[in-house]
């Protein structure tokens, strides 16, 4: 039995329930009942208005974002689902800094949920660089359900990930 490594850290009776869900070819379907309905946001440029709009709203005074995109390379380099870099560059006798924040391209056909979950994520990483008590209580002020919709976005990749295995 292979690990459930998006649910590596929740408890392990959470996790044997997955399985059985798993076992029963029945995650998949209660995902797609209780998250049906899926986003426009294809291109790199959809993107960046959608997280500068999300951004404008909830983080007016933050530094500006310089580059938001898709990437395809994400989640196999950096085992991660999405980035937020600050990329500092010498300009004359002063220092300028760009954000850049990068989306693993598997939420470009997520549900909708599930990629307002993962900016969210990135966007509070734009004030608050650890995982503390105030970078999630940042993310519950973008989105109430934060957490909620966590677990079911990591529930949708184990599920992604055990369809992939099942066609090799």
Request: net charge positive.
């Given at each position: 039995?292979?690990p459930?490594?998006?649910l590596?850290?929740?408890?392990?009776?959470?996790?044997?329930?997955v399985?059985?869900?798993?076992?029963?070819?029945?995650?998949?379907p209660?995902?797609?009942?209780?998250?049906?309905?899926p986003?426009?946001?294809?291109?790199d440029?959809?993107?960046?208005?959608?997280?500068?709009?999300?951004?404008?709203r909830?983080?007016?005074?933050s530094?500006?974002?310089?580059k938001?995109?898709?990437?395809?390379?994400?989640?196999?380099?950096?085992?991660?689902?999405g980035?937020?870099?600050?990329?500092?560059?010498?300009?004359?006798?002063?220092?300028k800094?760009?954000?850049e924040?990068?989306?693993?391209?598997?939420?470009?056909?997520?549900p909708?949920?599930f990629?307002r979950?993962?900016?969210?994520?990135?966007?509070?990483?734009?004030?608050?660089?650890?995982?503390?008590?105030?970078?999630?209580?940042?993310c519950?002020?973008?989105?109430?359900?934060?957490?909620?919709l966590?677990?079911?976005?990591?529930?949708?990749l184990?599920?992604?990930?055990?369809?992939?295995?099942?066609?090799?």
């Open positions: 039995m292979q459930l490594k998006y590596a850290g929740y408890p392990q009776h959470l996790q044997i329930q399985r059985e869900l798993m076992d029963q070819d029945r995650l998949g209660l995902l797609a009942g209780k998250y049906p309905e986003h426009a946001v294809r291109s440029g959809l993107l960046y208005d959608y997280v500068q709009a999300l951004k404008d909830y983080l007016r005074k530094a500006p974002l310089g938001v995109l898709y990437d395809n390379r994400l989640q196999v380099l950096k085992q991660a689902l980035t937020h870099t600050t990329i500092s560059r010498v300009q004359g006798n002063r220092l800094a760009s954000r924040i990068r989306i693993a391209s598997v939420f470009r056909d997520a909708a949920a990629l979950v993962i900016v969210v994520h990135e966007l509070a990483h734009v004030k608050e660089s650890d995982h503390g008590k105030a970078f999630y209580q940042l519950m002020h973008m989105e109430p359900d934060y957490h909620q966590e677990f079911d976005m990591r529930l949708y184990t599920h992604l990930g055990s369809v992939r295995v099942a066609r090799a």
